[in-house]
T-cell receptor, first 113, second 115 residues
Framework: AQSVTQLDSQVPVFEEAPVELRCNYS??????LFWYVQYPNQGLQLLLK??????LVKSINGFEAEFNKSQTSFHLRKPSVHISDTAEYFC???????????FGTGTRLTVIP | DGGITQSPKYLFRKEGQNVTLSCEQN?????MYWYRQDPGQGLRLIYY???????QKGDIAEGYSVSREKKESFPLTVTSAQKNPTAFYLC??????????????FGPGTRLLVL
């Protein structure tokens, strides 16, 4: 069985400060890892994903996440947040060979001016 | 523009009524999914389909039904057996079943409310 844990349900942070959103998972098989972002009253959009290769993956808007196999983590970071980053962020895993994604409960990031 | 459309944006259901949520995609994707989103619970899979005329139950299929008669369309019916249907419903699609590597693309969602 797979599970995804996002311990922080809400993270407030001041504009231009760094942020880390934590994600841990458990799985008996290898997994692919994803971060999705959801802006208010909208669907989810892919932010970044890890499939293989370099454990550090980056998005086009300055976010990055590092796959740590020993700690079964895939934390999302940004060195300097903007007001426009205010949204809910979901970590998700897909076991290799599986048909679907397993989502965490989400972290609501609020950027304070 | 390619994408996924869901309608309506808001839907009201009366007691004992079945309602159908529409999901259409013009991305030529093989796989389609329905998720339910409740506050603080993340997304939970209701049904998914990898190919026309075939679909599989997800984690919370009870009280829901689907059909996949066309590649582009994957409607979800919330039946009267679903006792707590108030939620935000998201439809998604992905290019094909590829062992979990594929990105899922989401529609804008339908918010279902019970009168």
């Amino acid at each position: 069985a797979q599970s995804v844990t996002q311990l922080d349900s809400q993270v407030p942070v001041f504009e231009e400060a760094p942020v880390e959103l934590r994600c841990n998972y458990s799985s008996s098989v290898s997994v692919y890892l994803f971060w999705y972002v959801q802006y208010p009253n909208q669907g989810l959009q892919l932010l970044l994903k890890y499939l293989s290769g370099s454990t550090l993956v980056k998005s086009i808007n300055g976010f990055e996440a590092e796959f740590n196999k020993s700690q079964t983590s895939f934390h999302l970071r940004k060195p300097s947040v903007h007001i426009s980053d205010t949204a809910e962020y979901f970590c998700a895993v897909s076991p290799t060979g599986a048909n679907n994604l397993f989502f965490g409960t989400g972290t609501r990031l609020t950027v304070i001016p | 523009d390619g994408g996924i459309t869901q309608s309506p944006k808001y839907l009201f259901r009366k007691e004992g009524q079945n309602v159908t949520l529409s999901c259409e995609q013009n991305l030529n994707h093989d796989a389609m999914y329905w998720y339910r989103q409740d506050p603080g619970q993340g997304l939970r899979l209701i049904y998914y389909s990898q190919i026309v005329n075939d679909f599989q139950k997800g984690d919370i299929a009870e009280g829901y039904s689907v059909s996949r008669e066309k590649k582009e369309s994957f409607p979800l019916t919330v039946t009267s057996a679903q006792k707590n249907p108030t939620a935000f419903y998201l439809c998604a699609s992905s290019p094909r079943k590829a062992g979990g590597r594929e990105t899922q693309y989401f529609g804008p969602g339908t918010r279902l409310l019970v009168l």
